[in-house]
């Protein structure tokens, strides 16, 4: 219509970028919580939540913050059922080795970054397993660790391919004037 103006995009510029913003965290609780429910192996929650940290700290830091990667581990402790703080403790060292050396990680080939995401892993299973000896003083056994680090590992390639995805269509849609 003549003479009538149009309501200002702002609030929707505003909420898309919200959503671009809560994407990552938000799609990796989900996936959590799927995880949970149609496996129903404890390992699976965080198999399934590290290749998602890793990935979004390496490709789009800003997207995954510390306090977001806290909220996650919180999450992954209380879905998986395991000592308080154990999975906040791995999942933000990850997110900070990987936001350190996501300079060299995010210039190599896919085949070396999922080489980097299953030391990664490695390191996260053992973490967890040393903190589970340390809180319960004794020794867990080590088979729901290698299943963890196995479902981490092969779960890594189809997640980042859809990452990969999902983070060019946020590039393109922050692009787009």
Known sequence: MAGRA???PRPLHRLDALGRAAFPSGATALLMALAVLAI?????VPAAALPCVFFWSVFRPAAMPPLAVF???LLQDLLGLAPPGTG?????????LAVCWRGALARQSFLLVWLAF???????????WTLQAALTLRLPAPEPGLVQLALAAGL???LAWLLTRAHEAMRRAEAAP
């Not at 129903?40 to 699976?44: C, T, Y």
């Not at 906040?88 to 990850?94: C, I, K, N, P, Y």
């Not at 299953?118 to 967890?128: K, Q």
């Open 156 to 158: 890594y390639p189809g």
């Open 71 to 73: 909220g996650l581990g």
């Open 118 to 128: 299953c030391g990664f892993a490695a390191g996260v299973t053992a973490l967890g």
């Open 6 to 8: 149009l309501p200002s």
């Open 40 to 44: 129903g192996l404890p390992g699976a």
């Open 88 to 96: 906040v403790l791995a999942l933000l060292l990850a997110h900070g």
